[in-house]
């Protein structure tokens, strides 16, 4: 991986699994990191591990499918860390149980896209403006095969990786 010396980076969901591991390795190059994801015990884990490199770090608690969590998380990095050079949507959720969508709790299924795919926009939505400023800026977004194959049982997670992908 290139330096990330002088560069902030954002990584949403990073509380644990591949979250955790896109900020480690993203400390590992140098960036400064912004972490957000709902359960501010998972965060102060990721905490742990990364600022045991000397990696300056903000963590800050919220929903990705939330636009005052959101701009929560933005407003407190930048105030702390300086401008978003790099955001990796990372935040998903891919529901509790298989169900056939009939069987699905509506709100539920709701709740699946609202994260998957609301959370994206509204992190990008929020970034795009200091980075189309500066002239430079990357964003990823983690995403699934089963946006491109359907997984029996998970519509919702389905639904909304494929719309991601586009």
Not at 76 to 82: C, D, H, I, N, T
Not at 114 to 126: D, K, S, T, W, Y
Request: hydrophobic share 45%.
């Amino acid at each position: 991986m290139p330096s990330l010396e002088g560069k902030v980076a954002l990584v949403t969901g990073a509380g644990r699994g591949i979250g955790r591991a896109v900020a480690a390795s993203l400390a590992g190059a140098g960036a400064a990191l912004g972490i957000t994801a709902r359960t501010e015990s998972d965060l102060s884990e990721t905490v742990a591990q990364v600022r045991g490199r000397g990696t300056p770090t903000v963590a800050v608690p919220g929903d990705a499918s939330v636009p005052a969590d959101v701009d929560n998380v933005i407003l407190a990095v930048e105030r702390q860390l300086g401008p978003i050079h790099l955001l990796v949507n990372n935040a998903g959720i891919a529901g509790s149980v298989e169900r056939r969508l009939w069987e699905e709790d509506r709100d539920e299924w709701w709740r699946i896209v609202e994260v998957n795919l609301r959370g994206p926009m509204l992190f990008a939505h929020a970034v795009l403006p200091g980075m189309v400023s500066r002239g430079r800026g990357y964003i990823v977004n983690i995403n699934s095969l089963a946006g491109a194959r359907a997984l029996p049982g998970f519509s919702a997670y389905s639904v909304s990786k494929a719309a991601l992908s586009e």
